[in-house]
């Protein structure tokens, strides 16, 4: 990052063009603990430099004032983009409404947001947890896209194939997206098996995107396969094997199909590793609770 905050002056040039973001783009973060401005800067440096990560997905909410001003700042200051989100939950009520303004004002008000900011997510699956009907969605996402035009900020939903697969396709809100964030989490496929049987899941939601999808660049933003089971992580293949070996190995087959994923439409997908750490959501993290990496992670950024 430059010493000084640039201006909106050089907005326009100062994001790498997305058709060169592939492989491995970064870690899903989850901050519902609200962790403090500190430990943001501690973990995003590792997450930049131990891991050479792009860019930080958010997961979760923390509606701690000013808590997305450290957000920033962690971004800024070890030169990470941030997937910002709004995040409805799973509770069926409105409070984001009250996240949605908070973060559409800071967006505008801290003078740093908009050159970490790489794209506001509407999530996570919207669709899927039947928060808003699909065309009361591509309302809200076409609202943001006006509000934030002149930060250069774009605006997606973070969601399951099959969220929109049950809504009939939910076209308008593939239409008004302005990238197309997936969540890529094949364990849970009726024919889910072990992780290095998965390809075929995986092509069979990323076909569908790509066939709805009109070129739009593509990220699997929630991606990834769990080391253990918990009462909101349940199978439904009882041949699903949940284990670290598994959760490495999902990240394996990534690498190991690269070029296919850097052939896709809109110059290739960028992936997230969900999630950094145990602590964050159980079985899903690179480090367990104690702060361990549960497997060596190197994946691959070019190929």
Known sequence: MPQETPDNLELKHWWCDPTTEYAFVGFSYEVTACQSAAQLLDEFKDIRQHFNSRYVRLYGACDREGFYDDIVNAAWENGLGVHALIWF?????????????????????????????????????????????????????????????????????????????????????????????????????QNASTANQSWPLVLNDLDWFIAQGNGK???FDENGWPSVTSPSVQPNSPLAVSDVANEQA??????????????????????????????????????????????????????
């Open 89 to 189: 939950g799973f509770n069926g009520d409105d409070i984001w409404i009250g996240r949605r303004d908070t973060l559409l004002a800071n967006l505008h008000s801290n003078p740093r947001a908009k050159f970490v900011t790489r794209v506001l997510q509407f999530g996570s699956e919207p669709l899927f947890d039947n928060v808003l009907p699909h065309d009361q969605l591509a309302t809200q996402v076409e609202l943001a896209k006006a509000n934030l035009s002149s930060l250069s900020i774009p605006v997606t939903v973070s969601e399951l194939a099959y969220g929109y697969q049950e809504r009939g396709g939910a076209q308008d809100v593939l239409d008004a997206i302005d990238s197309i964030n997936i969540h890529m989490l094949p364990f849970f496929s």
């Open 217 to 219: 660049k593509m990220y």
């Open 250 to 303: 999902y990240y394996i087959l990534l690498d190991q199909h690269c070029e296919d994923l850097k052939k896709v439409v809109g110059g290739g997908i960028g992936w997230f590793a969900h999630i950094y750490s145990d602590n964050q959501e159980p079985g899903y993290g690179i480090y367990d609770s104690d702060g361990n990496l549960k497997f060596p992670f190197h994946p691959r950024t070019v190929c």
